[in-house]
């Protein structure tokens, strides 16, 4: 069982984005005029000013951009060392997400590694983690 | 001198601590005190008062002093005032002072950063650390995967730099290594003692790469600096030191969707709005709330190519007090406290008028470039003295 998270606060904008993966789905906001990928998800598109946005499913692959592993304990209760990455989306140019690398030694990640989302629950929030596919 | 360039005149400091009792109100008197001295300047003649992020109700500590406290306790007559955090970084509450100077709307303004972050820690109840029971804003796509601290974002645009251009934990440790030594001749400076490679390399890791002495520390302090207008620069009494060039550019303010911190295009940018080049620079006083920081000012600034940051300060001789482009003369956020960015100009000027003691740089410096901010913010100054 893994500490509880910091919980984002939901609201129309980020409500799918945070509970897509109760259908195992990654969604992000994509523009339906220019297929532009939103993130983070407003209602308007930032490429053409649009407001036909929806959210939509992607792959739920990626590439490691970057990473740090964590040693500092910012709180009692943080187990570390931990990954912090920022994972590139397959399908979605342009949009990186700030996530956690998980099931494997903080010592095995690198740049430019392929990860799949694993989601986390903890009450309504599915937290999109990632880890290597191997 | 052009009647429509914006100058720095006075500049004044707080004592520097951890864990001060002194109201923080007193704390930026004491500043404004010294910046008025220096300057020749009474408070009557200010007219004018800019800040960054003003009062944050909900973090004190972080700042606890605003504009409206100031004005109003000091007994200001302003025409002209603004503060706030939605600006370019820290110093861009001197861009702000400094357009509006040479619009008209002010003429002697003072500009103030109040930090009491270990004061703050030392006593909750007075104030109380920021408290939220959920995440919204920038903060939910970072702090809900323990991405707490920046520098854990930070870290992430450090290791990138580690994988993609070679850069040595040996190379980053000249910055933390040169503040140190730099500070234990600033009487005011908060880290006095120096730090050895062996020591840096062996420091516990925070977030890798950065280690302890990568990271700046809360402090107590209040940093001043007058920003006058040139259509009155005779009333001044200290050589003045003017604005040559500003720069602060934004695409997202995001730590993780830009390709690069907003230091680079603000590099860029100030360097199209001056005759100067990175060549006539003096000395440079870069934004260190965390090392690497220093590392991408001067790549963004053209000191060096992209990549080759590291490099260009690899042994430490380039930047140190007696090399071709003295660092952070006074001891950088690493050594002297975490002023948060106005410790930089301030720098930058006691330095152009010679009045750095025992950590003055030798000849006769007249350009200075002093920045801050770090990820999506940043803010740079070309200062001169003509």
Request: charged share 20%; proline share 6%.
């Amino acid at each position: 069982m893994s500490a509880p998270r910091p919980q984002p606060r939901l609201d129309a904008d980020n409500r799918s984005f945070w509970t897509g993966g109760a259908d195992g789905e990654l969604r992000l906001m994509r523009c339906r005029d220019c297929a532009a990928f939103i993130h983070p998800p407003r209602p308007i598109c930032r490429k053409c000013l649009s407001e036909n946005v929806a959210p939509e499913a992607v792959a739920g692959t990626g590439m490691i951009d970057t990473f740090t592993i964590n040693y500092q304990k910012w709180h009692p209760a943080l187990d570390v060392p931990y990954v912090i990455a920022r994972v590139a989306i397959d399908g979605a140019p342009g949009v990186f997400l700030t996530t956690n690398i998980v099931g494997c030694p903080v010592d095995e990640v690198d740049i430019g590694d392929r990860v799949r989302v694993k989601f986390e629950q903890q009450g309504e929030i599915y937290y999109p983690l990632f880890e290597k596919i191997v | 001198m052009a009647t429509n360039d914006a100058y720095i005149t006075g500049v004044g400091q707080s004592e520097i601590g951890v864990k001060l009792t002194r109201h923080p109100l007193l704390l930026t008197l004491d500043a404004v005190r010294e910046a008025l001295r220096e300057a020749g300047l009474s408070i009557e003649q200010i007219d004018g008062v800019s800040t960054y992020p003003g009062r944050m109700q909900g973090y004190l500590g972080f700042s606890p002093v605003g504009t409206d406290e100031l004005i109003d306790a000091l007994g200001i007559r302003a025409t002209w005032y603004a503060g706030g955090g939605e600006i370019t970084s820290q110093l861009g509450a001197v861009v702000a002072a400094a357009a509006a100077v040479r619009a008209g709307l002010a003429r002697h303004v003072i500009c103030f950063r109040t930090v009491y972050e270990a004061a703050a820690l030392a006593r909750p109840e007075e104030y109380p650390p920021l408290k939220r029971d959920k995440v919204d804003g920038n903060s939910q796509w970072l702090a809900p995967f323990n991405a707490i601290s920046a520098a854990n974002w930070t870290a992430q645009y450090a290791m990138r730099h580690v994988k993609r251009y070679g850069l040595t934990r040996e190379q980053l440790a000249q910055v933390a290594i040169t503040d140190r030594v730099n500070a234990a001749l600033n009487p005011r400076a908060l880290m006095r003692e120096p730090i050895t490679l062996d020591e840096y390399l062996s420091a516990r890791m925070i977030s890798s790469p950065l280690c302890l002495y990568d990271c700046d520390r809360f402090t107590d302090a209040s940093t001043v600096l007058i920003v006058s207008a040139g259509s009155a620069i005779d009333e001044v009494k200290c050589t003045p030191v003017r604005i040559a060039a500003m720069a602060g550019t934004v695409e997202r303010h995001s730590w993780d969707q830009p390709e690069w911190m907003a230091c680079y295009p603000t590099g860029a940018d100030l360097w199209k709005r001056t005759d100067y080049k990175p060549a006539d620079v003096d000395t440079v006083q870069l934004y260190d709330g965390f090392s690497f920081y220093v590392i991408t000012w001067l790549e963004a600034l053209g000191f060096c190519d992209v990549g080759d940051g590291g490099r260009f300060i690899e042994s430490g001789k380039r930047i140190a007090l007696d090399g071709e482009l003295p660092l952070n003369t006074f001891g950088g956020q690493i050594g002297a406290g975490r002023l948060h960015g106005f410790g930089f100009a301030h720098e930058a000027v006691v330095q152009l008028r010679g009045n750095g003691g025992a950590r003055q740089i030798k000849g006769d410096p007249r350009v200075a470039v002093c920045t801050s901010g770090g990820g999506p913010l940043a803010t740079a100054l070309l200062l001169a003295r003509d």
